[in-house]
């Protein structure tokens, strides 16, 4: 998932997020700081959790500045943390969903949503494989 961070007057800051590629030291304190299991911090992330996207933007910014305390973390407003599935992840989840035993209009209404992000993110410019389109003309 990509994760941007845009502080009011402030500087774009744009990662990478892999759940997969965590280590496990780290899952833990994320785990401790969060107060539930890693894999409920990887779902509330992806639902929304004001909570679970702060943890994660303390566990993102300790990579630069490893002694950041996570009362440190700015108290930023909602719209300045943007986190966005990649087009493989999206496409993983339709392929899912799709298969999924839902009744077919609840199943149709969410992989209408799941078109709406996978068309915004080939906007962006990225392509499955989690490569960006280069801007370039060439």
Not at 11 to 17: G, I, L, M, V
Not at 84 to 92: A, C, F, G, N, R
């Amino acid at each position: 998932m990509h994760v941007t961070y845009t502080p009011e007057g402030g500087t774009a800051q744009r990662w990478d997020f892999n759940p997969g590629r965590v280590r496990a030291a780290e899952a833990e304190l994320i785990e401790k700081r969060y107060g539930k299991a890693w894999d409920q911090f990887r779902a509330d992330v992806q639902t929304g959790s004001m909570k679970a996207r702060r943890v994660l933007l303390w566990h993102l910014l300790r990579r630069e500045h490893h002694t950041l305390r996570f009362e440190d973390v700015p108290d930023f407003y909602t719209d300045e943390l943007l986190v966005e599935h990649s087009v493989d992840e999206l496409t993983l989840m339709r392929e899912k969903l799709a298969q999924a035993d839902l009744p077919d209009g609840d199943r149709d209404q969410m992989l209408a949503m799941l078109d709406i992000e996978l068309a915004e993110a080939a906007a962006r410019g990225e392509v499955p494989g989690g490569k960006a389109l280069s801007n370039s003309a060439g």
